[in-house]
Antibody
Framework: EVQLVESGGGLVQPGESLRLSCGASGFTFSTYVMNWVRQAPGKGLEWVSYISGSSSTIYYADSVKGRFTISRDNAKKSLYLQMNSLRAEDTAVYYC????????WGKGTTVIVSS | DIQMTQSPPSLSASVGDRVTITCQASQDIGNYLNWYQQQPGKAPKLLVYDVSILEIGVPSRFSGSGSGTDFTFTISNLQPEDFATYYCQQYGSLPFTFGPGTIVDFK
């Protein structure tokens, strides 16, 4: 079964860091671009970051550029999002998604940034 | 960056109705347009990709059309399980961007 499972969310204070992980199974992970998408409480979807299969192309939304770092380990079939200098406005459910089509989504992991 | 707009922001409909949502891109995105459905508390689900191609397992009452900057998503014969929020997304140019969503609720 094709599956994505996010983990690593939690409650942190403003300015702190968090690392999200996304484990993939059921498909050849290294051949797919991957994305992080987030959804703040009661709000719409916001695309956050993109990484190509070989990690040669990486892109970020302006809202997280310079604070978040996307990476992947194809041997471990895992995608990561290192989030530094977290702000209240980063509070959201974070999803990892497969491909530009977003044909596979995880169930999400919740990040709450609050003092 | 490409901006995506959707209309209407919400609509009320009844079972059996035909529902149409429009999505407009600020620049030509070719055919790189997806439509997602999101139920409350759930992850979004891809329904249509590349403007008009139904994802495997998606009922044929869902359809998409358009090209360039103007796109349409239609649900014919609305079913109870279709009451949800729908988003368009362009993936023709990074950063990928979503429309603000359309809530389809009961009339």
């Amino acid at each position: 079964e094709v599956q994505l499972v996010e983990s690593g969310g939690g409650l942190v204070q403003p300015g702190e860091s968090l690392r999200l992980s996304c484990g993939a199974s059921g498909f050849t992970f290294s051949t797919y671009v991957m994305n992080w998408v987030r959804q703040a409480p009661g709000k719409g979807l916001e695309w956050v970051s993109y990484i190509s299969g070989s990690s040669s192309t990486i892109y970020y939304a302006d809202s997280v550029k310079g604070r978040f770092t996307i990476s992947r380990d194809n041997a471990k079939k895992s995608l990561y999002l290192q989030m530094n200098s977290l702000r209240a406005e980063d509070t959201a459910v974070y999803y990892c998604t497969r491909d530009g089509r977003g044909d596979v989504w995880g169930k999400g992991t919740t990040v709450i940034v609050s003092s | 960056d490409i901006q995506m707009t959707q209309s209407p922001p919400s609509l009320s409909a009844s079972v059996g109705d035909r529902v149409t949502i429009t999505c407009q891109a600020s620049q030509d995105i070719g055919n790189y347009l997806n439509w997602y459905q999101q139920q409350p508390g759930k992850a979004p689900k891809l329904l249509v990709y590349d403007v008009s191609i139904l994802e495997i397992g998606v009922p044929s009452r869902f359809s998409g059309s358009g090209s360039g900057t103007d796109f349409t998503f239609t649900i014919s014969n609305l079913q109870p399980e279709d009451f949800a929020t729908y988003y368009c997304q362009q993936y023709g140019s990074l950063p990928f961007t979503f429309g603000p969503g359309t809530i389809v609720d009961f009339k």
